[in-house]
């Protein structure tokens, strides 16, 4: 970019989308019409998100508030004077490169906003468990590493879903563990510990209850978003274990 001092805008794209028609004069309208916007990005929706449930959760997971957005995604149009005031990406990061973007341009005053417009499409290509389980992890890895990264300044949604995971996935089934051995000796039946699972089936059920829909399959999501816990807290763990040892970052592929 430094070779092309005449452009304004960038379109970051991941390998596995297509960009709508539309879209980069929709963007670029936006940012031209908002200068304190550094970046925006609108609708991205899965290519067959029908295919598995899997590819349904991505697409839900792409549908976010319309609005002033904490970050984006891999896909969305980028001011180049912004994006080259903070370094551009990190490229030492094995995922969540983006929110780590978001935070660095957002602490230099610009802002990242989510629009009405079709952005793009997706293809998740998740068909089978173990695919879906490789990529909670993967997730569960980035969001350690970005909150060990920036500490305090890290985004308030990714602390809020970090603390979610390691409570639901490392320190509650540590105390199912833990509980029978520790208090066994004062009475505590071994049978009582199936009475701490109740939480997770509340869990599951407030998350089936939230994501009823027409032909929705609200009781497969909300059994993942459960699962999908104790996949991202082995994520948090492997990203501990590698600052541990001291050994550089691999990159965790789910396709």
Known sequence: ?????????????????????????????????NENVATVF???????????????LCDNEWNVPL????S??????????????????????????????CLRLKARGWSVWRIDAEMGTHDAAILRFDQWWRR???????????????RGGSLAAWKRQTARFLFWGLIWPTFMVTAPILFFGMG?????????????????LRIWHRGRAPQSPAIRLAALAVIGKFAEA??????????LLNRRSKIIEYK
Not at 42 to 56: A, H, K, M, T
Not at 136 to 150: D, I, N, Q
Request: hydrophobic letters at 40%; charged letters at 20%; proline letters at 4%.
């Open 1 to 33: 970019m430094s070779l092309h001092n005449g452009i304004d805008y960038i379109q970051t794209v991941d390998g596995d989308c297509v960009i709508s028609p539309e879209w980069v004069d929709i963007a670029a309208g936006f940012l031209q019409a």
């Open 234 to 243: 082995l994520g948090a763990l492997k990203f501990g274990t590698t600052l």
């Open 136 to 150: 909670s992890v993967r997730a569960g890895f980035a969001y350690t590493e970005h909150l060990w990264r920036h």
């Open 188 to 204: 505590w039946p071994l049978s009582g510990t199936m009475y701490l699972l109740i939480p997770y089936v509340m869990q599951f």
């Open 42 to 56: 609108g609708r991205l929706r899965e290519q067959r998100p029908n295919d598995s449930v899997y590819n349904r």
């Open 72 to 101: 984006c995604g891999g896909i969305a149009m980028h001011r180049v004077e912004a994006f080259l005031s903070v370094g551009g990406f990190n490229e030492t990061l094995i995922a969540g490169e983006e929110p780590d973007l």
């Open 67 to 70: 609005g002033e957005a904490e």
